[in-house]
């Protein structure tokens, strides 16, 4: 009940391209969804963030796609770029502890000149 | 600067010995958290705390201990009870409220030898 599931485990995608990751969650009292990247050797920074009573949520070439009757939400990265190249993490919590999070397994993503 | 650091970068140990990971935070924030990540899993929350001289158990808390004295001050002892301490640990803190980012430190990484 606890799990959030992510794919692909791993992404290559040429420069210009849309990187597509999907995350999928069991607990329905999640109500916060989050995405880091983190870079090798460094701790994860949150890139964005959905509430569920949104369906999209854009922040420059970042947005958060949720579907909630479907329990699913994926992020978008559009014309992707060399040094978009870091691993990805889907997240879910409660509003009222953001910090207390259940991580997806991680995307691990490479951008092509 | 504010932010959330993490020390040692790296630290090396022998089994049957406890260690202690340090993490210190000058946001002001409330909360404090523990994660550890092993290569291919996502994140995974050891222990946290909400306010000070109180902290509850994350999902994985067999073998390790935290203390939380000071609001800056959340440290992670690694037991020897711990089978298998070799990984990235990562501290993470929030301010208390609504919808709000968890920050993460630079990491630790601890390995066993």
């Known amino acids: 009940q606890q799990q959030v599931k992510q794919s692909p485990q791993s992404l290559i995608v040429q420069k210009g391209g849309i990187s597509i990751i999907n995350c999928a969650y069991e607990?329905?009292?999640?109500?916060?969804f989050p995405w880091y990247q983190q870079f090798p050797g460094k701790g994860p920074a949150l890139l964005i963030a959905?509430?569920?009573?949104?369906s999209e949520k854009k922040e420059g070439r970042f947005t958060i796609s949720f579907n909630k009757s479907a329990k699913q939400f994926s992020l978008h990265i559009m014309d992707s770029q060399p040094g978009d190249s870091a691993t990805y993490f889907c997240?879910?919590?409660?509003?009222?502890?953001?910090?207390?999070?259940?991580f997806g397994q991680g995307t691990t993503l490479q951008v092509k000149p | 600067d504010g932010g959330i650091t993490q020390s040692p970068k790296y630290l090396f140990r022998k089994e049957g010995q406890n260690v202690t990971l340090s993490c210190e935070q000058n946001?002001?924030?409330?909360?404090m958290y523990w994660y550890r990540q092993d290569p291919g899993q996502g994140l995974r929350l050891i222990y946290y705390?909400?306010?000070?001289?109180?902290?509850q158990k994350g999902d994985i808390a067999e073998g390790y201990s935290v203390s939380r004295e000071k609001k800056e001050s959340f440290p992670l002892t690694v037991t020897s009870a711990q089978k298998n301490p070799t990984a990235f640990y990562l501290c993470?803190?929030?301010?208390?409220?609504?919808?709000?980012?968890?920050?993460f430190g630079q990491g630790t990484r601890l390995t066993v030898v």
């Open positions: 993470a803190s929030t301010v208390t409220g609504l919808n709000t980012e968890a920050f």
């Open positions: 607990n329905t009292a999640f109500d916060y």
């Open positions: 959905i509430r569920p009573d949104v």
């Open positions: 997240a879910a919590s409660k509003e009222s502890n953001t910090g207390k999070l259940i």
């Open positions: 946001l002001n924030h409330d909360a």
């Open positions: 705390s909400q306010i000070v001289n109180d902290f």
